[in-house]
C-alpha cells in the first residue's frame, strides 16, 4: 500500500510540474533590456494605465480599445482584480489612471495606483530578478479543484516584467487551466499574454 501510495504522490508531482503555466518570451524577446542588479532601478517611474500594444503573432493587437476596461497595468502586476472592482470596475476613463513603480531592493517592487494625481492602492511585491533580466513576481496564482489530474484539474498564473528598449513596461503573464481524468489531459486554456505600458516619467 506504502509503494502504491508513493508512485501516486510521484505521479501527481509530476503532473503538476509538467503542467503548470510556463513563460515564453519568443514575441517580445528582441524587445527588451536585459537588466542586472545594477541597472534594475530602470523599472522606476511612472506608466499608463491602459496598454498600449499587444505582443502576438502579428507583434500589435488589432483592437486595442475595446480591452482597454479589461487589461491594465495595476491588475496585471498586483494579481488583485478582485480587490480592485471595488475601486472603479468600468474605469470609463482610464487616461485618469496611472501606476508608479519602485524597486525597494533586489527582491521587492512597490506598486502605486494613482487617478488624477491622488493615490488610490499601494502595495508591495516580493520577487527575483532572474538572469534574463526580468523581474519574475512572486504572486503566482494557483487554484485547483477536485483531485487534481485524476478527477479535476488545476488554474495557475504568473507574472514577470521587463524594461522595453523605448524604456516601456512589458508584462508579461503565463495561464494553464487545464484538467484531467486519470491523468489522460483534457484541453483547457494554457498562453501567454504580453502587454506593453507607456512610461510617463
Known amino acids: 500500500m ?4 508513493r508512485i501516486f504522490v510521484v505521479l501527481l508531482v509530476s503532473a503538476l510540474l509538467f503542467n503548470c503555466a510556463s513563460f515564453s518570451k519568443k514575441d517580445f ?11 534594475i532601478y530602470k523599472f522606476n517611474g511612472k506608466y ?26 495595476y491588475n496585471y502586476i498586483t494579481n488583485d482584480i478582485l480587490k480592485f472592482e471595488n475601486i472603479d470596475s468600468t474605469v470609463n476613463n ?5 501606476i508608479e513603480l519602485k524597486i525597494l531592493n533586489t ?3 512597490s506598486v502605486e495606483l494613482f487617478k488624477n494625481n491622488n493615490s488610490l492602492k499601494k502595495q508591495q511585491i516580493k520577487g527575483t530578478l532572474k538572469k534574463d533580466g526580468m523581474f519574475y513576481l512572486d504572486n503566482n496564482y494557483l487554484k485547483c479543484t477536485g483531485i487534481p489530474y ?5 488554474n495557475n498564473n504568473k507574472r514577470r516584467i521587463a524594461v522595453s ?10 495561464v494553464d487551466n487545464t484538467g484531467a481524468l486519470l491523468f489522460l489531459f483534457w484541453a483547457g486554456q ?8 507607456k512610461r510617463l516619467e
Open 94 to 98: 482610464v487616461s485618469q489612471y496611472y
Open 165 to 174: 528598449k523605448n524604456y516601456n513596461l512589458i508584462i508579461n503573464e503565463a
Open 150 to 154: 485524476l478527477f479535476g484539474g488545476c
Open 48 to 73: 499608463t494605465f491602459a496598454p498600449i500594444k499587444k505582443y502576438d503573432k502579428k507583434n500589435e493587437h488589432s483592437d486595442l480599445e475595446s480591452i482597454k476596461k479589461y487589461i491594465n497595468s
Open 2 to 5: 506504502k509503494n502504491l501510495f
Open 29 to 39: 524577446k528582441k524587445d527588451y533590456i536585459s537588466l542586472n542588479p545594477v541597472d
Open 107 to 109: 527582491t521587492e517592487l
Open 190 to 197: 494554457t498562453y501567454n499574454d504580453v502587454y506593453e505600458f
